[in-house]
């Protein structure tokens, strides 16, 4: 054997440990601490309760949060990947002046820190008049999330022939027929991960929806926020336990479909 | 028909755009207007005062060093603590090894940012977990919480799976065949890193470098949540404006200077990532005469 097959040292799989430790444990603390019978965390634990589960669902500010926060995902995720699409399209399939250009000012939202995004929002719906509270989240995330999803289409399409559509055209199919009976199914992976991320970013973000929420509309991070400085219980361990099982869900569902590595390797 | 159909299709985004564009720059435009004293209301003339009052103010400059640094040390931890678990990610002969790791960082990825910032106040609290296995080895309690440190910790958890994802697409695409092939050489283990892994994984590096280094500038969950007020950045110190001096005017000025150094970082990065780029290729170019043919593994 040489001695080459295993392709790193010990030292190297202890620093990757390390490194993996230092990343899920909170997730892992959470969990434990949402079951916990005790509001202060203690070590091992003295037994199980769901009590802060009922507590969570039982708060009615945090029911109100809860179905705002799903409300805004729910809209923003498919306007996203319908404005993405095509933009895809655009940009991989046809040449046209700005195209680098467009590119830049669409992921741009990436960079620019969210408390300032989240502040020029405000004026902004303030001056038009909608105002702040569920529509003008609903915009910001829109803009918010369209790079997270326009950048797994874009990787997705770059591997997808273009002929098998050219062939379909000529067998007699129209343009949009071709597109969506050949080229769509297999944008898939694509599709996906950009409605994963859109959903998941529309939901958790914090720094920008900060500035548009009002006494009636609230979202989860803006809820768990206040309840972290008032109180001392783990109901907010809770909350984040049932984000955490969510996206633990849909990390299977895309195992089962388009499998992880296919995923990411479109981010 | 044909000229017009890429224009058609990116209409949607360019309202989008639009949009974003309308409100960032009459938010910038507010910048040069003054706030009213003790009114909710701001008006002319038009004016640069902000923007001196800004560069003028000692405590300013020291948010934005101190914003820069936090960036500059999230990003160094990041490639330290990240390239290895990288590597391991995209070298393993283990399928269980790659599935755990990718599990591990794509829930956390999805577990959000929330859910995070509170798990470090349960870790590094005074009554934390940290200090209380240090009170129960008969240890002093340790000031974990309200400092720069929490502030670091969080955001560098934040950025992991950023990075981690990004850096393993990069060190994916390089064949091993080429690590192999120096191997055969006689090349050391240390050779191979420093001479063909190293070289190759540099514009991944750089590109996942400034995701983290975007995250860490623009960090404002966790010094609000894991700072105790004491820890102030860029962001921290706009949303302060704003909420408790009701000076949009200053804020926008603000904004705007915190944007500036945001696009010069990036554009300093884009700089480095086309000069690596370039020497890849020049390597990759002359790599047939160095290194012999390998065969695919």
Same mark, same amino acid.
């Given at each position: 054997m040489s001695n080459y097959t295993h392709p790193y040292t010990a030292g190297v799989s202890v620093a990757a440990g390390v490194a993996l430790f230092f990343t899920v444990a909170p997730v892992l603390l959470i969990l434990l601490y949402a079951f916990s019978p005790t509001s202060y965390l203690s070590f091992p634990p003295t037994g199980v309760t769901l009590k802060w589960f009922s507590n969570f669902f039982a708060n009615t500010r945090f029911q109100n949060a809860l179905w705002n926060s799903l409300g805004i995902a729910a809209i923003v995720t498919p306007i996203s990947l319908a404005i993405a699409l095509p933009t895809a399209v655009a940009i991989v399939r046809h040449e046209f002046t700005g195209k680098k250009l467009l590119l830049g000012a669409l992921l741009s939202p990436l960079l620019i820190p969210g408390v300032i995004t989240g502040i020029a929002f405000l004026s902004f719906a303030v001056s038009v008049g909608i105002g702040t509270g569920f529509r003008a989240i609903v915009l910001a995330m829109i803009c918010f999330t369209l790079p997270f999803s326009l950048r797994p289409l874009v990787a997705n399409l770059h591997g997808v022939d273009h002929d098998l559509e050219k062939a379909a055209r000529n067998l007699g199919a129209g343009p949009i027929e071709a597109f969506f009976r050949v080229t769509l199914p297999q944008l898939k992976p694509g599709l996906i991960a950009g409605a994963v991320f859109a959903f998941v970013e529309a939901i958790d973000n914090f720094a920008i929806t900060a500035f548009l929420t009002d006494v009636k509309t609230s979202t989860l991070p803006i809820e768990a926020f206040g309840y972290i400085r008032d109180f001392d219980d783990p109901t907010v361990a809770a909350m984040a336990s049932v984000l955490i099982a969510l996206s633990v869900v849909l990390v299977f569902l895309i195992e089962r479909v388009v499998g992880l590595d296919r995923f990411l390797a479109n981010r | 028909m044909k000229r017009a159909t890429p224009f058609l299709l990116i209409t949607p985004a360019l309202l989008v755009l639009g949009l974003f564009a309308v409100s960032l720059f009459s938010f910038i435009g507010i910048s040069f207007l003054k706030q009213d004293p003790g009114g909710a209301s701001f008006g002319g003339p038009l004016s640069l005062d902000n923007y001196a009052k800004a560069i003028g103010s000692e405590y300013v400059r020291h948010v934005a060093f101190q914003t820069f640094m936090l960036a500059v040390k999230v990003t160094a931890l990041a490639i330290l603590l990240g390239f290895p678990l990288a590597y391991v990610l995209a070298r393993s002969p283990s399928p269980l090894v790659r599935n755990t790791i990718l599990f591990g960082l794509v829930a956390t990825f999805l577990s959000g940012g929330v859910t995070r910032a509170y798990a470090w106040m349960l870790i /590094?609290? &005074?009554?934390?977990v940290v200090n209380s296995i240090l009170s129960g080895l008969g240890l002093p309690a340790l000031? /974990?919480? &309200? &400092?720069e440190f929490a502030v670091i910790v969080s955001v560098l958890n934040f950025a992991m799976p950023f990075f981690v994802l990004t850096l393993f697409g990069t060190l994916q695409a390089i064949p091993v065949s080429l690590e192999h092939a120096a191997r055969n050489l006689g090349a050391s283990r240390t050779r191979v890193f420093l001479e063909v892994t190293w070289p190759l994984a540099l514009p991944g590096l750089v590109a996942a470098s400034s995701l983290v280094f975007a995250i860490g500038l623009a960090a404002f969950l966790f010094p609000e949540l894991l700072g105790g007020g004491k820890v102030h950045v860029s962001a921290t110190s706009i949303y302060q404006k704003i909420q408790?001096?009701?000076?949009l005017p200053s804020a926008a000025a603000l904004s705007v200077l915190f944007l500036a150094l945001t696009f010069a970082v990036f554009a300093f990065f884009g700089l480095v990532q086309r000069s690596f780029a370039r020497r890849v290729q020049k390597r990759q170019q002359a790599a047939p005469e160095r290194l012999p043919q390998a065969q695919p593994a």
């Open positions: - | /590094l609290g &005074n009554k934390g000031p /974990l919480i &309200n &400092n408790t001096d009701y000076d």
